[in-house]
């Protein structure tokens, strides 16, 4: 049994130091961003706890990665709705960046899902309002607005119509704001 003792403390010294060492690193840390899989597009914190729009963006990888980069530097995934329910005629995706000194932002891209020109509208507002309407094949938009704000609580309504009738009229904030 002496025998045995060195070696059980050694082999418990090693074990715990490989152990523990790694969450003492880690309290150090700051926290890696997550991405949305196949893509450099960060999460906001918002989207990395929402179920729905974590599966919508890993299903839709080419279209977060688009809407990220035609919002540019420093936007992180914050929602991805179907609209206007699960037949998903539209998908609206939206970002937001904030920023030093009130340089915050929030951008939305709303994508046509049926495969034909539709006349669609896109209108975000923040401290300003910015709209995209016409008539789309592909989506409507980005449309963005920066500033001094909580970009979370900037309002986007997305319209698509078929004919004279809207299919979708959605208005709703950028991400679950209080």
Aim: one cysteine or more; aromatic letters at 8%.
């Amino acid at each position: 049994m002496r025998k045995w003792l060195p070696a059980l403390a050694v082999s418990t010294a090693f074990v715990s130091s490989v152990l523990l060492a790694p969450q003492a690193l880690a309290q150090d840390s700051k926290p890696v961003p997550e991405k949305v899989p196949g893509t450099n597009v960060e999460f906001a914190p918002s989207a990395a706890r929402d179920p729905q729009t974590r599966a919508l963006a890993a299903a839709n990888p080419a279209a977060v990665q688009a809407g990220g980069l035609l919002c540019g530097s420093g936007y992180k995934l914050a929602l991805v709705n179907p609209l206007p329910d699960s037949r998903r005629f539209g998908t609206l995706f939206t970002y937001t960046k904030w920023g030093p000194g009130g340089a915050n932002g929030a951008c939305a891209l709303f994508d046509n899902n049926l495969g034909v020109k539709k006349h669609m509208k896109l209108k975000l507002c923040g401290t300003t309002c910015k709209v995209d309407d016409g008539w789309f094949p592909d989506y409507a938009g980005p449309v963005k607005v920066e500033g001094d704000f909580d970009p979370g609580c900037a309002v986007v309504n997305a319209l698509m119509w078929e004919g004279d009738v809207a299919i979708i009229d959605r208005q709703t904030d950028v991400y679950g704001c209080d």
